[in-house]
Every structure is written in structure tokens, then in C-alpha cells.
């Protein structure tokens, strides 16, 4: 698999390593390192975006890793250490293993609000951020109909369904854990584009790493999830990040609404909103042409 994506990225053997790192209490958080130079640009969600953000390893340095609980890192059975602050703790600790005295952060969904929790903690270790289609930093937000994708709802197909429902009836979710995982992937994947021509862009999933399949993942976010309802960021913890920002949204988001880029970019003090029109929550797969040059002009700034 690494090699595949060394040779994809057209990067030598050189400019590539991966490992472990150990965290203070114990989780084993795996990451892969790719390009060379400054700045260096931690990237948390290895396994949802490595395959398509290497491409932006070129002068300077990427490390993608996995978060506690979820893709090739350590499974937690500690439900107490699950939690988005432990993910601000262990993105420190990469930062720490890397040995960079300041970072630029891209985050993606979930992880768009955890790392501006991280430049909150440690704003003196960050130098820009990227957001892709960051979730609310306040639990009970909504938005009016023109910033979400309530008018362009997806539409998985019908055999599809009716197939997982089966699966789902069978108890297969934990009797076929795997199996189960790949044809939920089938069906829930068409959302999480706009176009459903793009579809096939999202590869096969992540039905290979136990960490992601529905039966852990589910039992994750539940967990997770309820971290982040707690939370008590305010507009004003928000307007005093004071580091550039590149937001960027896709319009058709179903998994995070594109009011909540909207709300982050408008009391950010120091960023920009690309909207990324007709895009879903992979606005990348959508709209690469749009996406991945915006990124790389922020980070060479």
C-alpha cells in the first residue's frame, strides 16, 4: 500500500516513511510522512485523505496520521479516552515527534473544529490552517435551507438499501463485521459527494481497517460525538484565532453544512471561504481543479 501511494504521488522512496507514535497513555497513533522541506503540515485523518492530499507534497512536508480509535492506530476500549480534546492532546504529541517548532494544520470535518481547538491550546506552535467542510463549533447550530444540502438530498439505490437493510436484520454488523462494512460503504458513499458521477472517486473505503468498521466506528462517534456537544466554544474563542485561514465548503455538504464554513470564515478574523459550489462533504473529489491549487497557494503564502 505505501509503495502504491509513493508511486502515485511520483515521490521517491526517500521522501517517505511511516511508524508509530506512542502517546502518553499508552494509544499507538500510526502516521505516514511524505515530501521533504518547510513548512511541515500536520494532517490528522490519514486514512480518509492521504491517497488524495499527497499530491501537495511538493516542497514541503506532510504528515498524515490516524487519530486515536480510528483507522490503522490503536483500538481504545477506554470509552473515558475517547474524545475530541484527546485528540488535541495527541496532535501535540505528533507535533512533538516530528520535531517541528511551528505547523501549518489541514482538517477535515470533525477535524476541521479540532484543530482550531489545537490553535486555541497552542497558538504559538501553529502557522496557518485549512478547513474542509469543518462541522459547527456550537452543537445546537442550524442554518436556513440556502446554506445546506437539504434541497439536494442523496439518493442511494434502491437495491442497495434494501440490501443492507437485510444485512442489518441478520445481525450481520457484528456477526460479519467486514462484510457488513463494505455493503454499508456501498450505499452510504453517494452522499458524501455532490455529483454521483464522482462516486467511484471514493475508492473502495476503509472495510480493511477494523477500526472503521460500522460496528466500532459507530460505537466511536457515539462516544466522540457527545465530547463535542459538551463543549462551550464562543464566538468570541473563535475571534481570537489569530493565524490565517482557508476555509473551504462544499455547497451540497450533507455531512456538515455549508452555513457552518460559512460561520466559521465570517468570525474567523484572519480567513477566507472558497465556496465549492455543488460539492459535497469530499469537496476535493468534486472540485479538484478548485480545491487543491487554493491549498497549495494558502501554504506557500
Not at 128 to 137: A, E, H, I, N, T
Request: aromatic share 8%; charged share 20%; with cysteine.
Amino acid at each position: 500500500m505505501i509503495a502504491g501511494l509513493v508511486l502515485a504521488m511520483g515521490l521517491t522512496v526517500a521522501q517517505h516513511d511511516s511508524g508509530v507514535v506512542t502517546t502518553p497513555d499508552g494509544v499507538k497513533l500510526y502516521y505516514e510522512r511524505v515530501g521533504s522541506g518547510m513548512p511541515v503540515v500536520i494532517v490528522p485523518g490519514r486514512f480518509l485523505v492521504a491517497r488524495d492530499f499527497g499530491r501537495l507534497a511538493h516542497g514541503r512536508t506532510l504528515v498524515f496520521y490516524d487519530m486515536r480509535n480510528r483507522g490503522r492506530s490503536s483500538a481504545v476500549a477506554d470509552t473515558a479516552a475517547i474524545s475530541i480534546r484527546r485528540d488535541v492532546e495527541d496532535l501535540e504529541t505528533i507535533r512533538r515527534h516530528v520535531g517541528a517548532e511551528r505547523v501549518s494544520l489541514i482538517g477535515f470535518s470533525y477535524l476541521g473544529y479540532m484543530v482550531m481547538l489545537y490553535t486555541m491550546a497552542h497558538p504559538d506552535r501553529v502557522d496557518r490552517v485549512v478547513q474542509l467542510g469543518p462541522v459547527p463549533w456550537h452543537f445546537d447550530a442550524t442554518y436556513p435551507d440556502s446554506l445546506t444540502a437539504v434541497r439536494h438530498p442523496a439518493h442511494p439505490a434502491p437495491a442497495d438499501t434494501l440490501k443492507l437493510h437485510a444485512w442489518a436484520d441478520s445481525g450481520y454488523e457484528t456477526s460479519r463485521p467486514r462484510e457488513y462494512c463494505a455493503v454499508a460503504w456501498a450505499v452510504d458513499r453517494v452522499g458524501l459527494v455532490g455529483d454521483p458521477v464522482n462516486v467511484p472517486k471514493l475508492g473502495v473505503g476503509w472495510c480493511d481497517m477494523p477500526n472503521e468498521w460500522p460496528v466500532n466506528s459507530d460505537r466511536h462517534l457515539k462516544y466522540h460525538i457527545a465530547t463535542i456537544a459538551k463543549l462551550t466554544t464562543s464566538a468570541s474563542d473563535v475571534a481570537a484565532i489569530d493565524v490565517p485561514v482557508l476555509t473551504i465548503h462544499g455547497t451540497w455538504d450533507r455531512n456538515a453544512p455549508y452555513g457552518s464554513g460559512v460561520e466559521w470564515a465570517r468570525t474567523l478574523p484572519h480567513a477566507r471561504l472558497i465556496p465549492v459550489s455543488g460539492a459535497g462533504h469530499f469537496s476535493w473529489l468534486d472540485a479538484p481543479n478548485v480545491v487543491f491549487p487554493a491549498i497549495d497557494r494558502f501554504l506557500s503564502q
